[in-house]
């Protein structure tokens, strides 16, 4: 049995959303592809401002931001696995440069 989307008011199959305790049904009211296209948006809104504003705009878009930001972690765990090993092998190879350079400029 399928359900409708709220905001792309397609017909689809239950698996095609997500969980929400919160909602009376136990799904989100809109579907995952919905709720990713959502997540672009607010991911572009945020990072036009993110610059300035950064605090203020999550206290005003908290509960989005939350979201969005909860979805973003478990959608992207591997990759921030991934960077985070290579940001620190990255700091391993600076740190080696930089010992390698201070070395050339001491002979
Ligand atoms: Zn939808």
Known sequence: MGKIC?????EKDIGDFQRDK???TGYKYYCKECAKKSSQVLY?????KVNTKHKEWVKNHKEEW???YRDYIKE???KLIA??????QENIERRIQRIKRNREENM
Request: include cysteine; hydrophobic fraction near 10%.
């Open 83 to 88: 960077w985070k090993k290579k940001k620190a």
């Open 6 to 10: 709220s905001r792309c008011k397609q």
């Open 66 to 68: 939350q979201e969005y």
């Open 22 to 24: 919160s909602s009376s």
């Open 76 to 78: 992207n765990k591997d």
């Open 44 to 48: 572009k809104k945020h990072h036009e």
